[in-house]
């Protein structure tokens, strides 16, 4: 049988708005069997798509996504993890968010739960206490309190359950992984986004800089992970603004021994929160670590301080204060109000 979309996607020619369009309505149809779906994200695997061609996706994503409103004065950050790397770290990003929000700015966070690994944001947040896989109401009342958001993919992007069943047949990562970290529903000033590799880095910081992020990051560390190494050197690309720049951090540089000692590899969701929890409250150690230097880049993305160094400086602060440890204590209590009573 004839079928001019995987003709199309079998076209190694760059896709057109229109082709993106026509692919997502396809895909997300009440009318499209899962075999169907199946096959066009087969034939978009074999693709490797330009940043042009992310780009018009990410857009046909927010198309259909539920907004998440802030005021455009607040210019937010996104701190967030592809879950696409090798070797799969802590939630780094996740408990980053607390600090950066501690420290002044603005974070409306998107995450997921975990495909692959043992803990997503959203199952080490669901372990906390934090109603955010089940309440949109949640989220809106977090940011106007403590100006952070948690935005569960899920929940703001209703029309890809339509694709759930088929990505699970598809048993391996297809465009929508790649898509996950940069279709964030709120207006989005700034971003840091954790990535599989350098080639990965510089395309995902062009759909960023094609989005109309002010300043945006996309790091990867040489061991293989999806956040900044708190061991060796993390390498990233960033958008200045006015053009792509390579550039290295090490760790040695910007933390002290006792932040970079111990491990900072996954963990399941219940161990997870006791360790954000024990970050929060100023344990030490590789994860503290991690954190420091996601958050110190997440400040200086943002304007809130003046090179990385003095970033780092300011997360510490903002960790060793207990500010960050409060923002989490008072989300949980927030978050009792709109927990969904469990079924007997």
């Known amino acids: 049988m004839n079928d001019r979309l995987l003709d199309r996607l079998g076209d190694p020619r760059s896709l057109t708005a229109r082709d993106a369009h026509t692919t997502f309505e396809a895909l997300i ?3 499209t069997d899962d075999s169907r779906r199946i096959a066009i994200l087969h034939a978009l695997a074999r693709r490797t798509p330009s940043a042009v061609e992310l780009t018009r996706f990410v857009r046909e994503l927010h198309r259909r996504a539920i907004p998440f409103a802030v005021p455009r004065r607040d210019r937010p950050i996104d701190l967030c993890g592809s879950g696409g790397a090798r070797t799969p770290s802590f939630n ?3 408990v980053s968010a607390f600090v950066v929000a501690a420290a002044g700015v603005p974070v409306a966070k998107h995450g997921n739960r975990s495909s692959r690994g043992p803990c997503g944001s959203s199952d080490l947040l669901e372990a ?5 896989t089940t309440s949109l109401a949640f989220g809106r009342v977090t940011y106007q309190r403590f100006r952070l958001a948690f935005l569960h993919a899920p929940l703001y992007h209703p029309a890809t359950k339509a694709v759930a069943a088929a990505r699970r047949a598809v048993g391996a990562p297809t465009v929508f992984n ?3 970290p940069l279709s964030n529903p709120a207006r989005i000033t700034f971003q840091l986004v954790g990535v599989a590799d350098l ?6 910081t062009e759909v ?3 989005l109309g992020r002010r300043r ?3 790091v990867t560390s040489v061991e293989g992970c999806d956040e900044f190494s708190p061991k060796s050197a993390t390498r990233a690309v960033v958008w200045t603004g006015r053009r792509l720049v390579d550039r290295t951090f090490f760790a040695r540089d910007l933390l002290p021994p006792e932040d970079r000692v111990g491990d900072w590899g996954a963990l399941r969701p ?3 929160a006791e360790e954000a929890r024990r970050i929060l409250a100023g344990g030490g150690g590789a994860r503290r670590g991690s954190v420091l230097l996601t958050a110190g880049a997440a400040l200086w993305l943002a304007g809130a301080a003046g090179n990385p160094a003095q970033g780092v400086a300011r997360a510490r602060e903002a960790l060793d204060s207990g500010r960050a440890e409060a923002i989490l204590e008072q989300m949980v209590l927030v978050g009792r109000r709109y927990r969904r009573p469990r079924r007997v």
């Open 270 to 272: 219940e161990l997870a």
């Open 128 to 132: 906390l206490g934090l109603p955010v």
């Open 216 to 218: 945006a990051m996309a």
């Open 208 to 210: 960023l800089r094609n």
């Open 29 to 31: 149809a009440p009318a």
């Open 92 to 94: 780094i990003s996740t």
């Open 199 to 204: 080639d990965t880095a510089r395309c995902a």
């Open 178 to 180: 790649k898509l996950g």
